[in-house]
């Protein structure tokens, strides 16, 4: 049987020789071992064997409007021509400010900077000059960069679980730097309620994904947002929304917009740049000014870069026009997707069942017939899941290596319909 990723294989023991792993990120270190791609068009993509394949991974959610989308290659291709970075202001800077601030509820003000953990870092040190306190309330499963303040309960085991109190995410943290988080199962309001009945008078913020994308992309419960900001506030605590992920795909305003929920922050990353490096602070007039003369420190040489904000300014334009109709319809595609993709599987007597919403949900092979938090993912079977991803993978199917899908505008219905033939030959396949 020909190896159909042999280039792939003969170039990651060349990259093994100077590259760490021989990948850019140990996240890509995934089965059946890490690709090598060609080229992007759309919603597919090309590998240097090639195989081509629908891309559900999409560079992991930045390529809202799929790859190489012919305005965004010409905006990036103009900007560079005049300019990669000037270290100094330009007017893309104001022009993607305020297409953030007329789509997104909580932007009074906007602060740009090059990746999503950089952005969190700065809304957990705006939250707590502001209320000069320490603590921040973070929930289990939920993944807010890998620096050592946060990556704390991202994926803890049982046995984590059970010990009580933040679980480490890598050697190497500093042990004292979870001292700062105070850590609550997600979906269930008492324990929020109860953290801040202890300890409510030192919390300077709570920080949630709005949708548990990062660990199976589980949806909050009826009223659950607007439960946790409201006893945030009682206790003189800001409520942050880690939108780096729905933010611009769940609505073209996030997920606040999409619940009703304001937050006094949040960050957003991956679609803001349309695949550019770029994330975004938005939030509270008051608070981001705390960086203009009131005594909180950021910089970084690569915010605001142009050739980013040139990327941006048109994805925005795009997802915002006719009423974000462009995002709708790709929800639409994708929540029809989920329902044929778990029809399938169980046509085939397996027990899958599909979370999220239709531009980013995942796959989870369970007796659960509900999922509302991570401890409830536990129970997956993550070897069926794993057989299931490379199944699919051979049949032409690119995804997230944690069973996540990402659908872009870019997608059609005959990548919906192309999707659920692959998908129903790699559930037979794997029965087999």
Not at 299 to 328: K, M
Request: hydrophobic letters at 40%; charged letters at 20%.
């Amino acid at each position: 049987m020909p190896d159909r990723w042999r280039r792939s294989r003969e170039y990651l023991e060349r990259a093994r020789q100077s590259l760490t792993g021989g990948v850019s990120s140990p996240f890509r270190a995934k089965a059946p071992m890490p690709l090598y791609f060609a080229e992007g068009h759309g919603s597919r993509l090309r590998d240097v064997d090639g195989n081509e394949y629908i891309d559900y991974l999409l560079a992991w959610g930045p390529l809202i409007l799929g790859h190489c989308h012919p305005r965004v290659v010409e905006a990036v291709r103009a900007q560079a021509g005049l300019g990669h970075i000037y270290g100094a202001q330009h007017d893309l800077e104001f022009h993607a400010a305020e297409a953030i601030q007329r789509m997104v509820p909580c932007s009074e003000r906007v602060a740009f900077t090059s990746s999503g953990s950089e952005a969190v870092q700065l809304a957990l040190r705006l939250a707590r000059a502001f209320t000069g306190r320490r603590l921040i309330v973070k929930f289990e499963g939920h993944y807010h960069g890998w620096m050592d303040s946060v990556l704390w309960s991202y994926k803890p085991s049982e046995g984590d679980l059970k010990g009580g109190g933040p679980s480490q995410g890598s050697l190497g943290q500093v042990a004292t730097s979870g001292d700062s988080l105070l850590v609550a199962p997600w979906n269930d309001l008492d324990a929020v309620e109860t953290l801040f009945r202890e300890h409510g008078d030192r919390i300077a913020a709570v920080i949630t994904e709005p949708v548990l994308c990062n660990s199976g992309c589980l949806l909050p419960g009826a009223g659950y947002l607007a439960g946790v900001a409201a006893c945030a506030r009682r206790h003189g605590a800001l409520v942050i929304f880690d939108e780096i992920i729905t933010g611009f795909r769940l609505a073209a305003g996030g997920a606040q917009q999409f619940y009703g929920v304001v937050p006094d922050l949040a960050t957003f990353g991956k679609a803001v740049g349309g695949g550019l490096p770029l994330s975004v602070v938005a939030g509270r007039r008051e608070i981001l000014e705390l960086m203009a003369g009131g005594g909180v420190a950021f910089g970084g040489t690569f915010n605001g870069n142009p050739l980013s904000l040139a990327a941006a300014v048109f994805t925005l334009e795009e997802l915002e026009r006719n009423d974000g109709q462009a995002l709708v319809d790709a929800n639409r595609l994708g929540t029809d997707l989920m329902r044929r993709i778990q029809e399938v599987g169980r046509r085939h007597g397996l027990p899958l069942t599909a979370t999220g919403f239709g531009t980013a949900f995942a796959l989870h092979f369970t007796q659960r017939n509900e999922l509302r938090s991570y401890r409830d993912t536990l129970d997956d079977d993550a070897g069926l899941l794993g057989r299931c991803l490379l199944a699919a993978l051979a049949e032409g199917i690119h995804t997230v290596p944690d069973g996540r899908f990402y659908v872009s505008t870019a997608h059609s219905a005959q990548d919906i319909e192309e999707t659920e033939a692959a998908m129903d030959r790699a559930f037979q396949s794997i029965k087999a």
